[in-house]
């Protein structure tokens, strides 16, 4: 078990690029979450999926968001034609869903954006 | 709708004192509550959980939190502080297949 990976760690962009970041979850692990976390708050929901299918997407991820998990093992967040409000952390979780009710979400580092 | 409040944004305390920090919740049904602990450069890690029955769940590194109803409050608790605990502290709530942070609480420990 080597834990939910993340890349980049650290991503610095100029505004109006686009930018993929990238999630390894755990192996055996069927959902996948991302959060995105901005400074002095907590983390907040954005989206996650079910194997292959997204079967949420908070209000907060606009139209220039757009998350994949084409085989439902890595799963990649792109933000196109970045805008300086878009820095943040971005945090990916995974889970397995079984019979208990709770399925314990285990997180990454987090991808570290800046957008200048 | 949902929500988590924590109401101490900034806590110090000396290593060796006890620590309490404070949570809120807003939620219809019966919560699933968390507290999450966040140190730099790592990811978020689950200090405990609540789900039901005993109302004080005790937790990985000497951390307990006690669910008290009346009150929505879910307050983590230490009795004896170590220098390493200094960090970022969340609580949460799982209404449905995610997680609802509170801002935080960082928690400063001096010698």
Redesign the interface.
């Known amino acids: 078990d080597t834990?939910?990976s993340q890349n980049p760690r650290h991503k610095i962009t100029k505004r109006g690029q686009n930018v993929t970041f990238r999630c390894d979850p755990i192996s055996e692990h069927n959902?996948l979450?991302w959060?995105r976390q901005t400074l002095?708050?907590?983390?907040?929901?954005l989206t996650?999926f079910q194997n292959e299918a997204q079967?949420?997407k908070s209000r907060l991820l606009s139209d220039r968001f757009s998350a994949e998990r084409p085989k439902g093992s890595f799963s990649t967040l792109e933000i196109q034609r970045t805008e300086q409000g878009d820095s943040a952390m971005y945090?990916c979780?995974s889970s397995l869903t079984s019979l208990a009710?709770?399925n314990?979400?285990f997180?990454?580092?987090?991808t570290r954006l800046t957008v200048l | 709708a949902q929500s988590v409040t924590q109401p101490d944004i900034h806590i110090t305390v000396s290593e060796g004192a006890s620590l309490e920090l404070r949570c809120n919740y807003s939620y219809g049904a019966t919560p699933y509550l968390f507290w999450y602990v966040q140190s730099p450069g790592q990811g978020l890690q689950l200090l405990l959980k609540y789900f039901s029955g005993d109302t004080l769940v005790q937790g990985i590194k000497g951390f307990e939190a006690e669910f008290k109803r009346s009150q929505s409050s879910f307050n983590l608790r230490k009795p004896s502080v170590h220098w390493s605990d200094a960090a970022e502290y969340f609580c949460a709530v799982d209404p449905l297949d995610k997680l609802i942070f509170g801002t935080g609480t960082r928690l400063q420990v001096f010698p």
């Open positions: 834990g939910v959902r979450y959060y002095g708050q907590g983390p907040e929901f996650y079967l949420e945090l979780a009710r709770y314990e979400q997180f990454g580092p987090g």
